[in-house]
């Protein structure tokens, strides 16, 4: 399977590492670590030297209970970060939904929009249509970031996040956008208990069933530390267990703080898997 994005075929026959690059200075887990131009390239090198194999660059905190971010705001603190790593030689993503900021740093040479909203909001769908050849990957949140762990959604959650997806990427097919340029999230932790997070990883091949490259997103996240007792600074083992949980259940890419940790652990995963299949 390839996902196709601006400049590269990013080939998903083995799993491959996203890197988060968060240039906020209050994202729940690393907020104001990369808030400087020098620290955020500092930092998407070493991921790099750590095994990354694409970086996601966001300006806005998602954590439960943010306050949004003027576009004025993101503009300064993304765009000078995309325009610099672009030149890394590496699939560049932005963690962005508002339109104007996809355009922005399209125009500066990104290959992915990682989109919360799944392109909901007005004019996202026309930017990523219109472009040539980005990638995008669409997200299944409940609600929104302020209020969405206020009420999170009721009942079983593969059914309603299955049905979300396949009509997202629907509307961009609609568009003529290619199959091969979408990948979709099943938004682990946006309005969804800990046990429906948990329902969206033991029933993950249903989200794989749609025939889309899958990203999973459990770095850090509050439902670890709900099983675990464990704060957000001791969530690295678990946040690795889960990466490769998911990415035993058919996830081509997970989204992750700790880089090295869960390059090495795939490997394992990798070796072992393939002594398994010359088994067979």
């Known amino acids: 399977m390839l996902w196709k994005t601006t400049r590269f075929e990013i080939d998903l026959a083995s799993p491959k ?20 131009l020098t620290s955020a390239l500092r930092h998407c090198e070493l ?7 694409i970086l996601d660059i966001g300006g806005e905190s998602s954590r439960p209970g943010a306050q949004q971010v003027s576009l004025q705001e993101e503009l300064q603190r993304v765009l000078p970060v995309v325009k610099e790593a672009v030149a890394l030689n590496v699939p560049i993503s ?16 990104a290959d992915i929009i990682n989109d919360i909203w799944a392109l909901r909001q007005k004019g996202a769908l026309d930017v990523v249509a219109k472009h040539a050849g980005c990638g995008v990957c669409l997200m299944h949140m409940h609600a929104q970031p302020q209020d969405m762990q206020l009420r999170p959604m009721e009942g079983l959650a593969v059914p309603r996040v299955v049905e979300f ?20 999230d099943p938004g682990i932790g946006f309005g969804k208990t800990v046990d429906q997070n948990f329902e969206l990883l033991a029933h993950q091949s249903q ?17 670890l ?14 946040s690795v267990a889960a990466a490769l949980l998911a990415v035993e259940r058919g996830a081509q890419v997970v989204r992750v703080h700790d880089v090295e940790a869960t390059v090495q652990a795939l490997v394992v995963w990798r070796h072992a898997s393939k002594l398994d299949t010359l088994r067979q």
Not at 207 to 223: E, H, I, N, Q
């Open 225 to 238: 530390g709900a099983v675990t007792g464990c704060d957000v600074h001791q969530r690295l083992v678990p």
């Open 207 to 223: 989200v794989s069933a749609l025939g889309y490259p899958l990203l999973a997103g459990w770095s850090r996240k509050s439902s």
């Open 17 to 36: 590492v996203m890197g988060i690059v968060n240039v906020t200075p209050d994202s729940f887990s690393d907020g104001s670590q990369n808030a400087s």
């Open 94 to 109: 932005v963690d962005t939904y508002k339109p104007q900021v996809m355009q922005a740093v399209l125009d500066a040479g």
């Open 165 to 184: 997806l396949q009509e997202r990427a629907q509307a961009l097919l609609l568009l003529g956008v290619a199959k091969e340029r979408i990948a979709l």
């Open 47 to 53: 991921l790099l030297k750590q095994g990354a194999h």
